[in-house]
């Protein structure tokens, strides 16, 4: 079993740059897939962006063109920790964060069916 929590979550002001955390236990997702997503009220849950794996190496690449240029995903393996460093940040990016962990490496990384593991969430408010 693997255990997510994230932090970092707070009210900013836009144009603002904030980093989320998602620090994992239990066993390492050193190979696992990490994925994050949000759920702003009222809406369906959403892609993020995700830090994939393949051939030995983890490498990220992969978001939502909502948060693409200003949104960036890095890994700390000796900490088995996952971050999300959100930059200029936009009222519309107002939700709860959550970070997810995939343990398969499903075909579609975009989709939240595809992570075992998920955190509890952290909220990230953006003030106009």
């Known amino acids: 079993q693997v255990q997510l929590v994230e932090s970092g979550g707070d009210l900013v002001q836009t144009g603002a740059s904030l980093t989320l955390s998602c620090a994992a236990s239990?066993?390492?997702?050193?190979?696992?897939?990490m994925g994050w997503f949000r759920q702003a009220p009222g809406k369906e849950r959403e892609f993020v962006g995700a830090?994939?794996?393949?051939?030995?190496?983890?490498?990220?690449?992969a978001y939502a063109d909502s948060v693409k240029g200003r949104f960036t995903i890095s890994r700390n393996n000796a900490e088995n920790t996952v971050y999300l460093e959100m930059n200029d940040l936009k009222p519309e990016d107002t939700a709860v964060y959550y970070c997810?962990?995939?343990?398969?490496?499903?075909?579609?990384?975009?989709?939240?069916?595809?992570?075992?593991?998920w955190g509890q969430g952290t909220q990230v408010t953006v003030s106009s």
């Open positions: 997810a962990a995939d343990s398969r490496g499903g075909s579609d990384y975009t989709s939240g069916t595809e992570y075992d593991y």
């Open positions: 239990g066993r390492s997702v050193r190979t696992y897939r």
């Open positions: 830090s994939n794996w393949r051939g030995g190496v983890a490498y990220t690449g």
